[in-house]
DNA sequence: TGAGGGACAGACCGGTCTGTACCGTTGTAA
DNA sequence: TTACAACGGTACAGACCGGTCTGTCCCTCA
């Protein structure tokens, strides 16, 4: 907020006239109000608001607003799918099919919580259709949750594990969208059905 | 909520001003753009173009934008789920079971079509949020469809028909999503694990 | 000491949004 | 025939959008 916040506090890790970096903290803000409202519901005066950041240093970081949403959607898959409920359903877990359905261990304790705020995939996907730049991007992050899943399934030696994927991401999805409408108990009907589709897969 | 319909009746067409009915024609309209476009995406100056209607005669039938969507989400209950949905899987089985299963073969004929839309209350729910008056519409139209699976449910004399239809409702959404990303086998896969659900609620 | 540059602030632009007001026209009822 | 109500057309208000641009401050480095 206060625009003299930490001139030069960064541990200095850029030579020359470098500064706090302006463009880490669009990032920070962009990753907060997109993934908690959406896409058209922020504006870009709010998000350089948030930033604490003039218009002009964000138009110097990034070309249009669909640019920072790009950013945004790799920082998800980064901070959300890949540490989050990857990392944290690998920990869960010994084996990889403990792993697999640790997946929904992870996602049941995260549709308690009071700031819950779906999966931004799927929201920016409906929200700006699939046939919208970003919309084909959201459908390549959800295919790459899709491949991890799809590892997991050829770790514990399951069959087809491709086809396997495709309906464990069914039960991913649709529980996602069952938490939003409230159902808190999402995760576990559809762990659940998981275990039926673990079951018919075993060699 | 009704546009009111002040003239008289619909027994024919009208020789010289509206010919059929300006509200009914601003209805139709609002449910062809909104149910492929989403709420946001189209503004009330594209609604009254294609219906063919002046502002002021928009704004005589309803009182907002959001009294408009509500109408369409109203017209999508009546429209979709149950003059598609559910009366398409009644008509293509003579048992609760096979009527059950039959709604995703109503969702495979569903996915593959070239005008494919998605299912409007997930998408304006994810559009507005659980919070916006929109979203809590949609909320209360997509338990209308989780009722009518436990109908289904109840007379198929299944175990815990409540939860039954939540697990249910799991799978018709997550295949909803998936079919929107381009897995049009997403309704054959979700219809095999919907079979696993009914053996496990079989008594 | 002074030049250079990144950051902040904010005015400004064209366009779009929802919603209102006013117009003349036309069919229907009295 | 006249009054009325609904209609299409359109100008307008006020807000907001994404994006451009100018100006000022301050830090860094030569």
Redesign the interface.
């Known amino acids: 907020m206060t625009p003299q916040a930490g001139s030069v506090a960064a541990s200095g890790p850029r030579p020359g006239t470098a500064s706090p970096d302006a463009g880490q903290r669009i990032l920070d803000a962009a990753y907060e109000l997109f993934s908690r ?2 896409i ?2 922020v504006g870009i005066s709010e998000l350089i608001d948030r930033a604490g950041v003039a218009k002009a240093t964000f138009y110097r970081h990034y070309r249009s607003k669909d640019d920072v949403v790009l950013a945004f959607l790799s920082q998800r898959d980064e901070l959300w799918t890949v540490n989050q409920i990857i990392a944290g359903a690998r920990s869960r877990g010994t084996t990889p099919t403990q792993q697999l359905l640790a997946i929904f261990d992870v996602f049941g304790d995260w549709f308690i919580r009071d700031d819950f705020e ?1 999966c931004s995939f ?2 920016v ?3 700006m ?2 046939g919208h730049p970003l919309g084909q991007a959201s ?1 390549d992050y ?2 790459r949750i899709r491949d991890h899943v799809q590892a997991l399934a050829e770790e514990a030696g399951l069959a087809r594990p491709e ?1 396997f994927a ?2 464990w ?7 996602i ?2 938490a ?4 808190t ?2 995760a576990a ?2 762990q ?2 998981a275990g ?2 673990i079951e ?1 897969h075993q060699r």
Do not use: Y
Not at 169 to 175: P, V
Not at 180 to 183: I, R, Y
């Open positions: 409202r959406g058209r519901d779906a799927i929201n996907l409906l929200e259709g699939p459908i959800l295919a086809e495709r309906s991401h069914i039960l991913m999805k649709g529980s969208v069952s939003t409408e409230g159902d108990h999402a009907r559809a659940e059905m039926w589709l018919h």
